[in-house]
């Protein structure tokens, strides 16, 4: 029998996952005043040629254009009836072109919005927009979710029980990280232990952290990570910090560097690699040869 | 009596105590809170300068410091800003009445496609709870809106914020539009994905990590 998802990563095993959507979605024609979500519907070749492009790169997980695709962050854009559809749509566009044996990570981001009593969102009300997004990318056939890019503990648990409770998939639970001084904190001042301790008992399946200021705070978040938690983990750094290069936005990791820093990453007992803003699958590609090769290192 | 006062004021912006209901800090349960305190500094004949810099200012400077260090995060921040809008409701009328002086006036919003608010937010608080006048122009704002805001406000200094990585170019544009209308107009930026390489890039006037370096910044230039 073919194993699950879940069960590969208990084996031991290192799935790679994707990189940008984001930034690859602006190289092929997505304006900044553009929803994103809505080229799910308005341009569906180009959402599933990012995804193609990466299953080609060698990834084992696509993620899917969805993780503004919230009713709070869609009504920004005036989409806020269109969740179902937008959610739905970028799953069964991902899965159209998902190999056998791979698997299809639907993505919720944060709302963008501050949950009470700092803020006006209120908790029921963000569970409810969690599990209407989660239902849908769950009807379009993913596979597993990625809770990611939070910086709020309450809000990601939230959407981790939210997505947990409504569809029973597997869900990875991530955090953005930052260095606060020599501490690796979210900008919300939330630390690994809390990280790991809430997110667990909210009912992640796996661990980890995204984006941010590049690999070197995502590896210190693993290597703190690791020895408090037997969950999987996934460890998904931008590729460094954005700079301007004539008049476009280049990440200072090449394919080649970002594969020379992540070895490190690896190292660490790692269930899913992949990258995040600035990554691309040339950089996909290179993570898929380091996986490899350490997968020979081991057998060896 | 006034000093004590305005100390506590000071320890209620730092800490989040907005009024004598407020639950949190939670030892201070029970007392007065940025709300009443005002409101007592300003019966008994205090200044409202004297209580914006003696105690917003540096209650507001003491929470900025621990958060440009990593001791203090943006829940923090959030709720010293709540108490010094609290004690800003009772200070409010003498500054529109001209009785009181601000500093200067700053031009903040979120560049276009980018509709995050709480790093401009934060930098607002931080700026009017050190004197500062802030015309918020909100999120996603064009070009267009900071060059019209400007010519209503023309000595002011402009704020750009930006939370995405890929939002950070419209900074450029919006820096480049207003710095051809209005060479000597001083812009800065702030956002998680920016640093100073990027703002001497876009030719803007300085990155600020956090807004009290800002803040710093304006006060020894």
């Known amino acids: ?300 | 009596m006034t000093e004590q006062l305005l100390q506590y004021l000071a320890e209620c912006i730092e800490r989040g105590k907005v009024n004598q209901q407020a639950a949190y800090p939670p030892d201070l349960s029970g007392r007065p809170g940025a709300s009443e305190v005002t409101r007592e500094l300003l019966d008994n004949g205090t200044a409202p300068n004297h209580i914006l810099a003696r105690a917003l200012m540096v209650g507001m400077e003491r929470i900025g410091e621990k958060f440009g260090s990593g001791q203090a995060f943006i829940p923090d921040l959030l709720i010293a800003s709540k108490a010094m809008y609290a004690a800003m409701d009772h200070l409010k009328p003498y500054f529109e009445s001209g009785a009181a002086q601000h500093k200067g006036t700053i031009i903040l919003g979120t560049v276009a496609g980018d509709r995050h608010d709480i790093g401009k937010n934060l930098l607002r608080m931080v700026m009017e709870g050190n004197g500062w006048k802030a015309v918020d122009l909100g999120t996603n704002v064009s070009a267009e809106q900071f060059l019209a805001a400007l010519q209503e406000h023309p000595d002011s200094l402009v704020g750009l914020s930006a939370l995405l990585t890929t939002t950070m170019l419209n900074m450029e544009r919006i820096t480049k539009a207003i710095k051809a209308q209005s060479p000597q107009t001083q812009i800065f930026v702030g956002g998680a994905p920016l640093s100073q390489a990027f703002n001497d890039k876009i030719g803007a006037d300085g990155y600020f990590p956090s807004p009290q370096d800002l803040v710093a910044h304006l006060e020894t230039s």
């Open chain 1, 1 to 300: 029998m073919v194993p699950s998802f879940l069960e590969r990563l208990q084996q031991g095993q290192t799935l790679l996952s994707d990189g940008a959507m984001g930034t690859e979605l602006q190289k092929r024609g997505l304006n900044t005043d553009d929803c994103p979500e809505e080229f799910n519907l308005a341009h569906p070749e180009i959402v599933q040629s990012i995804y193609s492009d990466y299953f080609a790169a060698g990834s084992d997980i696509v993620e899917t254009n969805s993780f503004g695709g919230n009713r709070e962050r869609l009504s920004q854009y005036g989409k806020e009836t269109e969740v179902t559809l937008f959610n739905r749509k970028a799953a069964e566009l991902a899965r159209a072109v998902c190999p056998q044996g791979h698997f299809v990570a639907g993505s919720i981001g944060p709302t963008g919005a501050m949950l009470e009593p700092m803020g006006t969102l209120a908790i029921q009300i963000a569970y409810d927009f969690f599990k209407e997004q989660a239902e849908a990318l769950a009807e379009g056939g993913v596979h597993l979710f990625y809770v990611e890019t939070m910086m709020a503990v309450e809000e990601a648990e939230i959407a981790v029980r939210a997505v947990k409770e409504s569809t029973g998939l597997p869900v990875v639970g991530s955090m953005t990280f930052d260095l606060a001084g020599d501490s690796v904190r979210t900008s919300w001042g939330v630390d690994i232990p809390t990280m790991v301790q809430r997110l667990s008992d909210a009912g992640a399946d796996i661990l980890g952290a995204n984006c941010g200021n590049g690999v070197e705070v995502v590896l210190r978040a693993m290597q703190e990570m690791r020895p408090i938690t037997s969950l999987p983990l996934m460890a998904q750094p931008n590729a460094g910090l954005p700079e301007i290069k004539d008049s476009f936005i280049v990440y200072p990791e090449t394919p080649e560097s970002f594969e020379e820093k992540m070895k490190a990453v690896l190292a660490v007992g790692i269930g899913i690699l992949g990258g995040c803003c600035g990554s691309g699958p040339e950089h996909i590609r290179h993570l898929r040869h380091l996986i490899n090769h350490n997968k020979k290192g081991s057998d060896d």
